[in-house]
């Protein structure tokens, strides 16, 4: 099992980024994945989830309404869109495989999202 984060960067408050997670190694239209961050000296939290087949998605009290995750199970390949960015959204995301964080068994190695003008 792989999973490969990519997109972060530098934005400014109110701007957008797409991250990405490109995944192989699993069948991966059988498996709810999701994204979390991560900001040092703090604990993890989690952003979001989606289903197997896209059906279904949560979000974090904080992200609901900026962010929306989604996926493309012909490309194995797990999105997020984020905009309207705001300083507190600078932390390290990352994409796992399962819904809550609870049930994560893989995750990938990180990409940086600074927030900041």
């Known amino acids: 099992v792989q999973l490969v984060d990519s997109g972060g960067g530098l934005a400014q408050p109110g701007g957008s980024l797409r991250l990405s997670c490109a995944a192989s190694g699993f069948t991966f239209s059988s498996y709810a994945m999701s994204w979390a961050r991560q900001v040092p000296g703090k604990g993890l939290e989690w952003v979001s989830g989606i289903s197997g087949d896209g059906s279904n998605s949560d979000y974090a009290d904080s992200v609901k309404g900026r962010f929306t995750i989604s996926r493309d199970n012909a490309k194995n390949t797990l999105y997020l869109q984020m905009n309207s960015l705001k300083p507190e959204d600078t932390a390290l995301y990352f994409c796992?495989?399962?819904?809550?964080?609870?049930?994560?068994?893989?995750w990938g190695q990180g990409t940086q999202v600074t927030v900041s003008s």
């Open positions: 796992a495989r399962g819904f809550f964080i609870n049930e994560y068994d893989y």
